[in-house]
């Protein structure tokens, strides 16, 4: 087992040794004690986003760094599923980094190309299970989102807060969302900035399991390993299949709303609600 980011031979691999350290991977994944009922968990691993101070906020280079893991994973032959957590048990992932998001315009997002790590996610061919503690708010929830499966504890909250911030989601979060749990809820939740806690989640059908909170990454590798158990060609295969099904055209969305998101970032509000955010005040809002 290493702690150590996995990393492959690709530009992604001249990340900082500080981006790196953002991602520990664990393959294969340490074994629950409560699943002497599985034989191995040698083809699971085990991926934690390691921000804590800053409960695991999506720093561009964290998104960096777990792209390049996930790639690595993804291309090794022994790797059957991966589980997805957040270091701690405040939060799987916070959100966005706001600080670094708040100077941003619409042409620096997309000149910069930073937002291509999200691409690389949702092109990685093996299940991913997301084990969430505490908040999974904005790019929180859309990197759960993101996964196959949701393992959820009782103490999880889910949102796309982004609209009081004066943006919106950009990272999959009106696509995903909507496809999840039907446009009415999605509208009411993206409209409000309303999160909900896990028992609601799963009543919606956006997560696969509520557990206690203690039991969250063992209930997640259990699953994981009935799954890494299974033939994994099949395995890979239905993955995609069930992705098909689900977002044939969802391309097109994820465009679509990646060009609203970034030129949101030329308004007053959107200045004017990442400023109070870090000032910690209310926002003032002109609609500008």
Do not use: Y
């Not at 059908?205 to 060609?233: F, K, Q």
Request: net charge negative; hydrophobic share 50%.
């Amino acid at each position: 087992m290493t702690n150590a980011p996995a990393q492959r031979d690709s530009p992604s691999s001249t990340s900082s040794a500080r981006a790196r350290e953002l991602v520990r991977v664990a393959f294969p994944a340490p074994a629950p004690a409560s699943a002497a009922q599985l034989a191995s968990l040698d083809g699971v691993a085990l991926v934690t986003l390691d921000r804590p101070e800053a409960l695991n906020a999506l720093s561009f280079d964290l998104l960096e760094a777990l792209a390049a893991a996930l790639e690595s994973l993804d291309a090794d032959p022994a790797a059957r599923a991966i589980v997805i957590t957040g270091s701690g048990s405040r939060a799987f992932a916070a959100g966005a980094d706001i600080r670094e998001l708040a100077p941003q315009s619409s042409a620096s997002l997309r000149d910069g190309g930073r937002f291509g790590a999200w691409d690389r996610l949702w092109a990685v061919g093996l299940p991913l299970i997301a084990a969430v503690r505490g908040f999974a708010l904005g790019g929180g929830c859309e990197l759960a989102m993101s996964c196959d499966m949701i393992v959820a504890a009782d103490d999880a909250s889910f949102g796309q807060p982004e609209i009081r911030i004066g943006v919106m989601p950009g990272a999959g979060g009106t696509q995903r969302l909507t496809r999840a749990i039907g446009k009415a809820k999605a509208m009411e939740l993206i409209m409000t900035g309303r999160s909900i806690g896990a028992v609601e989640a799963a009543s919606l059908g956006l997560v696969t399991m509520v557990v206690p909170p203690e039991a969250t990454v063992d209930a997640a590798l259990e699953l994981a390993g009935r799954i890494a158990a299974m033939p994994p060609l099949a395995v890979r295969s239905a993955v995609t299949a069930i992705r098909d099904a689900q977002e044939r055209a969802l391309a097109d969305g994820l465009a679509r709303e990646r060009d609203a998101f970034f030129r949101l970032f030329d308004t007053h509000d959107q200045a004017e609600g990442m400023t109070a955010f870090v000032e910690k005040r209310s926002p003032a809002w002109t609609g500008r």
